[in-house]
Protein backbone atom coordinates (compact mmCIF):
# COMPACT_ATOMS: atom_id res chain seq x y z
CA UNK A 1 0.00 0.00 0.00
CA UNK A 2 1.68 3.22 -1.07
CA UNK A 3 1.00 6.33 0.93
CA UNK A 4 1.07 9.59 -1.82
CA UNK A 5 2.62 12.39 0.48
CA UNK A 6 0.20 14.59 -1.63
CA UNK A 7 -2.87 13.01 -0.95
CA UNK A 8 -1.68 12.69 2.91
CA UNK A 9 -1.31 16.66 3.10
CA UNK A 10 -4.71 17.50 1.74
CA UNK A 11 -5.94 15.15 4.76
CA UNK A 12 -4.20 16.99 6.78
CA UNK A 13 -6.32 19.60 7.27
CA UNK A 14 -9.38 17.67 8.37
CA UNK A 15 -6.85 15.85 10.70
CA UNK A 16 -5.75 19.05 12.56
CA UNK A 17 -9.54 19.65 13.33
CA UNK A 18 -9.81 16.13 14.75
CA UNK A 19 -6.31 17.15 16.69
CA UNK A 20 -8.09 20.84 17.93
CA UNK A 21 -10.91 18.42 19.50
CA UNK A 22 -8.06 16.74 22.03
CA UNK A 23 -7.06 20.29 23.02
CA UNK A 24 -10.48 22.22 22.76
CA UNK A 25 -10.33 23.00 25.98
CA UNK A 26 -6.23 23.72 26.90
CA UNK A 27 -6.18 25.45 23.14
CA UNK A 28 -1.59 26.42 23.43
CA UNK A 29 -0.66 23.94 26.19
CA UNK A 30 2.81 22.63 25.99
CA UNK A 31 2.46 19.48 27.79
CA UNK A 32 4.73 17.52 26.67
CA UNK A 33 3.12 13.99 25.17
CA UNK A 34 3.86 10.87 26.17
CA UNK A 35 6.76 8.65 23.81
CA UNK A 36 9.72 9.42 22.68
CA UNK A 37 10.20 12.79 20.39
CA UNK A 38 10.65 12.22 16.56
CA UNK A 39 10.68 15.83 15.55
CA UNK A 40 9.64 19.18 17.00
CA UNK A 41 7.92 21.55 15.25
CA UNK A 42 7.72 25.02 16.50
CA UNK A 43 8.33 23.54 20.03
CA UNK A 44 5.74 21.12 19.91
CA UNK A 45 6.83 17.62 19.54
CA UNK A 46 5.67 14.41 17.28
CA UNK A 47 6.45 11.44 18.80
CA UNK A 48 6.30 7.78 18.23
CA UNK A 49 3.49 6.59 20.18
CA UNK A 50 1.45 9.35 17.23
CA UNK A 51 3.40 8.07 14.40
CA UNK A 52 2.60 4.37 15.82
CA UNK A 53 -1.20 5.25 15.87
CA UNK A 54 -0.74 6.65 12.28
CA UNK A 55 1.28 3.25 10.64
CA UNK A 56 -1.57 1.10 12.41
CA UNK A 57 -4.61 3.01 10.89
CA UNK A 58 -2.67 3.29 8.04
CA UNK A 59 -2.45 -0.66 7.45
CA UNK A 60 0.56 -0.34 5.54
CA UNK A 61 2.43 -3.48 4.37
CA UNK A 62 5.17 -5.15 6.40
CA UNK A 63 7.16 -4.55 3.07
CA UNK A 64 6.45 -0.86 3.06
CA UNK A 65 6.88 0.27 6.35
CA UNK A 66 9.98 1.85 6.64
CA UNK A 67 9.07 3.72 3.40
CA UNK A 68 5.17 4.17 4.91
CA UNK A 69 7.58 5.74 8.80
CA UNK A 70 9.11 8.74 6.52
CA UNK A 71 5.97 9.51 4.87
CA UNK A 72 3.65 9.38 7.46
CA UNK A 73 6.58 11.31 9.96
CA UNK A 74 6.08 14.39 7.36
CA UNK A 75 2.17 13.66 7.30
CA UNK A 76 2.54 14.47 11.09
CA UNK A 77 4.57 17.47 10.51
CA UNK A 78 2.56 19.30 8.14
CA UNK A 79 -0.36 18.58 10.54
CA UNK A 80 1.07 20.09 13.75
CA UNK A 81 1.94 23.13 11.56
CA UNK A 82 -1.44 23.55 10.20
CA UNK A 83 -2.73 22.91 13.90
CA UNK A 84 -0.21 25.63 15.12
CA UNK A 85 -1.22 28.32 12.18
CA UNK A 86 -5.15 27.44 13.39
CA UNK A 87 -4.73 28.36 16.80
CA UNK A 88 -2.61 31.06 16.33
CA UNK A 89 -5.20 32.55 14.18
CA UNK A 90 -8.11 31.35 15.99
CA UNK A 91 -9.83 29.42 13.40
CA UNK A 92 -10.06 26.52 16.04
CA UNK A 93 -13.00 29.20 17.18
CA UNK A 94 -14.72 29.54 14.31
CA UNK A 95 -18.24 28.23 15.29
CA UNK A 96 -18.53 26.56 12.16
CA UNK A 97 -15.14 24.65 13.18
CA UNK A 98 -16.68 23.88 16.87
CA UNK A 99 -19.47 22.68 15.67
CA UNK A 100 -17.35 20.24 13.09
CA UNK A 101 -15.06 19.15 16.10
CA UNK A 102 -18.21 18.44 18.74
CA UNK A 103 -19.35 15.98 15.77
CA UNK A 104 -16.18 14.37 15.58
CA UNK A 105 -15.38 13.64 18.98
CA UNK A 106 -18.93 12.21 19.45
CA UNK A 107 -19.00 9.59 16.86
CA UNK A 108 -15.23 8.84 17.84
CA UNK A 109 -16.32 8.18 21.22
CA UNK A 110 -19.75 6.77 20.15
CA UNK A 111 -17.99 4.29 18.11
CA UNK A 112 -14.92 3.55 20.90
CA UNK A 113 -18.41 2.68 22.99
CA UNK A 114 -19.61 0.17 20.59
CA UNK A 115 -16.52 -1.74 20.02
CA UNK A 116 -16.19 -2.22 23.48
CA UNK A 117 -19.56 -3.75 23.77
CA UNK A 118 -19.33 -5.43 20.37
CA UNK A 119 -16.01 -6.19 19.51
CA UNK A 120 -15.37 -9.13 22.07
CA UNK A 121 -17.70 -11.05 20.55
CA UNK A 122 -16.37 -15.33 19.37
CA UNK A 123 -15.62 -16.50 16.18
CA UNK A 124 -18.23 -18.28 15.16
CA UNK A 125 -17.91 -22.08 15.62
CA UNK A 126 -17.13 -24.68 12.46
CA UNK A 127 -20.68 -26.05 13.22
CA UNK A 128 -22.28 -22.68 12.69
CA UNK A 129 -20.27 -21.99 9.58
CA UNK A 130 -21.31 -25.74 7.76
CA UNK A 131 -24.67 -25.19 8.87
CA UNK A 132 -24.97 -21.66 7.58
CA UNK A 133 -23.30 -23.66 4.27
CA UNK A 134 -26.25 -26.30 4.25
CA UNK A 135 -28.98 -23.98 4.63
CA UNK A 136 -27.95 -21.80 1.80
CA UNK A 137 -27.31 -24.29 -1.11
CA UNK A 138 -27.84 -21.39 -3.39
CA UNK A 139 -24.77 -19.45 -2.69
CA UNK A 140 -22.62 -22.25 -2.30
CA UNK A 141 -23.38 -26.08 -3.55
CA UNK A 142 -26.19 -24.54 -6.20
CA UNK A 143 -24.57 -21.46 -7.03
CA UNK A 144 -25.27 -20.06 -10.74
CA UNK A 145 -23.53 -18.09 -12.35
CA UNK A 146 -25.08 -15.53 -14.83
CA UNK A 147 -23.20 -14.05 -18.18
CA UNK A 148 -24.40 -11.18 -19.52
CA UNK A 149 -24.77 -8.31 -22.20
CA UNK A 150 -25.26 -4.88 -20.91
CA UNK A 151 -26.10 -1.24 -22.53
CA UNK A 152 -25.78 1.35 -20.38
CA UNK A 153 -28.00 4.22 -21.39
CA UNK A 154 -29.19 7.34 -19.00
CA UNK A 155 -32.64 6.65 -17.50
CA UNK A 156 -33.59 9.84 -18.89
CA UNK A 157 -33.30 8.75 -22.52
CA UNK A 158 -35.28 5.58 -21.44
CA UNK A 159 -38.43 7.06 -23.62
CA UNK A 160 -41.16 4.43 -24.59
CA UNK A 161 -39.33 3.99 -27.79
CA UNK A 162 -36.49 2.80 -26.61
CA UNK A 163 -38.76 0.13 -24.41
CA UNK A 164 -40.70 -0.42 -28.20
CA UNK A 165 -37.59 -1.38 -29.48
CA UNK A 166 -36.97 -3.88 -26.68
CA UNK A 167 -40.21 -5.43 -26.98
CA UNK A 168 -39.63 -5.71 -30.75
CA UNK A 169 -35.91 -6.68 -30.75
CA UNK A 170 -34.61 -10.37 -30.99
CA UNK A 171 -31.26 -9.46 -29.63
CA UNK A 172 -29.54 -6.59 -28.07
CA UNK A 173 -27.13 -5.87 -30.97
CA UNK A 174 -30.99 -4.97 -32.67
CA UNK A 175 -31.52 -2.66 -29.66
CA UNK A 176 -27.94 -0.99 -29.87
CA UNK A 177 -28.76 -0.46 -33.98
CA UNK A 178 -31.63 1.10 -32.99
CA UNK A 179 -30.13 3.10 -30.08
CA UNK A 180 -27.21 4.24 -33.11
CA UNK A 181 -29.96 5.50 -35.37
CA UNK A 182 -31.69 7.91 -33.05
CA UNK A 183 -28.27 9.23 -31.98
CA UNK A 184 -29.02 7.99 -28.10
CA UNK A 185 -25.41 7.71 -26.34
CA UNK A 186 -24.97 4.60 -24.51
CA UNK A 187 -21.83 1.85 -23.23
CA UNK A 188 -21.42 -1.58 -24.02
CA UNK A 189 -20.26 -4.23 -21.37
CA UNK A 190 -20.60 -7.27 -20.19
CA UNK A 191 -20.19 -9.21 -16.79
CA UNK A 192 -20.51 -12.14 -14.66
CA UNK A 193 -22.55 -12.41 -11.47
CA UNK A 194 -23.09 -15.56 -9.44
CA UNK A 195 -25.96 -15.85 -7.42
CA UNK A 196 -24.14 -15.34 -4.55
CA UNK A 197 -23.48 -11.90 -5.36
CA UNK A 198 -26.75 -10.70 -6.21
CA UNK A 199 -30.24 -10.16 -4.13
CA UNK A 200 -32.31 -13.71 -4.04
CA UNK A 201 -35.06 -12.25 -5.82
CA UNK A 202 -33.27 -10.85 -8.73
CA UNK A 203 -31.42 -14.51 -8.87
CA UNK A 204 -34.46 -16.23 -9.07
CA UNK A 205 -36.11 -13.84 -11.72
CA UNK A 206 -32.88 -14.46 -14.14
CA UNK A 207 -33.44 -18.22 -13.45
CA UNK A 208 -36.51 -18.36 -14.59
CA UNK A 209 -35.68 -16.06 -17.95
CA UNK A 210 -34.97 -18.13 -21.20
CA UNK A 211 -31.05 -17.42 -22.82
CA UNK A 212 -30.92 -14.05 -24.92
CA UNK A 213 -34.26 -12.95 -22.88
CA UNK A 214 -33.96 -8.79 -22.79
CA UNK A 215 -34.92 -7.02 -19.83
CA UNK A 216 -34.10 -3.71 -18.19
CA UNK A 217 -32.82 -2.88 -14.69
CA UNK A 218 -33.14 0.84 -13.88
CA UNK A 219 -30.33 2.25 -11.49
CA UNK A 220 -31.08 5.58 -10.42
CA UNK A 221 -29.85 8.19 -13.22
CA UNK A 222 -28.84 5.33 -15.54
CA UNK A 223 -30.43 2.29 -16.38
CA UNK A 224 -29.30 -0.96 -17.54
CA UNK A 225 -30.72 -3.10 -20.94
CA UNK A 226 -29.52 -6.81 -20.97
CA UNK A 227 -29.51 -9.85 -22.64
CA UNK A 228 -29.06 -13.31 -20.52
CA UNK A 229 -26.23 -14.77 -22.38
CA UNK A 230 -25.88 -17.99 -20.61
CA UNK A 231 -26.36 -19.80 -17.08
CA UNK A 232 -24.54 -22.26 -15.51
CA UNK A 233 -23.09 -24.08 -12.51
CA UNK A 234 -20.94 -22.43 -10.62
CA UNK A 235 -20.83 -24.41 -7.21
CA UNK A 236 -18.13 -23.74 -4.37
CA UNK A 237 -17.06 -25.86 -1.79
CA UNK A 238 -17.21 -25.46 2.23
CA UNK A 239 -13.37 -25.52 2.74
CA UNK A 240 -13.32 -22.18 0.13
CA UNK A 241 -16.47 -20.64 1.37
CA UNK A 242 -15.55 -20.69 5.39
CA UNK A 243 -13.85 -17.65 5.73
CA UNK A 244 -16.58 -15.53 4.03
CA UNK A 245 -19.07 -17.21 5.71
CA UNK A 246 -17.02 -16.86 8.87
CA UNK A 247 -16.24 -12.93 8.19
CA UNK A 248 -20.21 -12.86 7.17
CA UNK A 249 -21.54 -14.09 10.05
CA UNK A 250 -19.52 -12.20 12.26
CA UNK A 251 -20.92 -8.81 11.19
CA UNK A 252 -24.52 -10.57 11.25
CA UNK A 253 -23.63 -11.36 15.31
CA UNK A 254 -22.23 -7.72 15.66
CA UNK A 255 -24.32 -6.08 13.85
CA UNK A 256 -27.35 -7.78 16.11
CA UNK A 257 -25.30 -7.16 19.23
CA UNK A 258 -24.89 -3.07 18.29
CA UNK A 259 -28.68 -3.15 17.64
CA UNK A 260 -29.79 -4.82 20.58
CA UNK A 261 -27.44 -2.19 22.40
CA UNK A 262 -28.94 0.65 21.04
CA UNK A 263 -32.63 -0.80 21.80
CA UNK A 264 -31.47 -1.07 25.55
CA UNK A 265 -30.29 2.54 25.49
CA UNK A 266 -33.53 3.78 23.43
CA UNK A 267 -35.62 2.12 26.29
CA UNK A 268 -33.56 3.13 29.02
CA UNK A 269 -33.14 6.76 28.09
CA UNK A 270 -35.39 9.88 28.55
CA UNK A 271 -36.12 11.31 25.01
CA UNK A 272 -38.13 14.09 23.97
CA UNK A 273 -38.39 15.70 20.90
CA UNK A 274 -39.06 19.22 20.52
CA UNK A 275 -38.99 21.77 17.86
CA UNK A 276 -42.02 20.28 15.96
CA UNK A 277 -39.92 17.04 15.44
CA UNK A 278 -41.80 13.78 16.64
CA UNK A 279 -41.01 10.30 16.84
CA UNK A 280 -40.99 8.03 13.77
CA UNK A 281 -43.92 5.71 13.37
CA UNK A 282 -43.26 2.34 13.01
CA UNK A 283 -44.52 0.53 10.44
CA UNK A 284 -47.43 -2.10 10.71
CA UNK A 285 -45.71 -5.51 9.75
CA UNK A 286 -47.16 -7.12 6.88
CA UNK A 287 -46.16 -10.85 4.84
CA UNK A 288 -43.80 -10.37 2.25
CA UNK A 289 -45.32 -11.02 -0.98
CA UNK A 290 -44.27 -14.07 -3.16
CA UNK A 291 -42.32 -12.93 -6.14
CA UNK A 292 -43.16 -14.68 -9.72
CA UNK A 293 -41.81 -14.71 -13.00
CA UNK A 294 -44.96 -12.27 -13.74
CA UNK A 295 -43.13 -9.53 -11.58
CA UNK A 296 -41.35 -9.61 -14.81
CA UNK A 297 -44.29 -7.73 -17.30
CA UNK A 298 -45.04 -9.76 -20.00
CA UNK A 299 -43.67 -7.44 -22.77
CA UNK A 300 -39.86 -7.21 -21.98
CA UNK A 301 -39.07 -3.72 -23.14
CA UNK A 302 -41.79 -1.81 -20.87
CA UNK A 303 -40.85 -4.38 -17.83
CA UNK A 304 -38.07 -3.59 -16.33
CA UNK A 305 -36.51 -5.73 -13.21
CA UNK A 306 -36.66 -2.60 -10.28
Known amino acids: ?174 VAAWLDAHKIKYARTQLSRSSAELPPELSAKLLSLPKGQLFIIREGERSLLISIAGIKDNPVTLETAAPQIERFLMEKKSKAAADAELARLRAAGKIEYLGGMTAPVKPASAPAAALTPADIANQRGAAGLK
Open 1 to 174: MKINKKVAGKQAVCAAMILLAAGLTACGSKDKKPGQALASVNGEEITVLQLNEEMQRSGVQAAQQDAARKQLLEALIDRQLLENEAVKEKVDRDPQVLQAIERAKALIVAQAYMQKRVGAMAKPSAQEVETYFKENPVFFTQRKQFDMLELVVATSDMSEGVKAAMDAAKSLDE
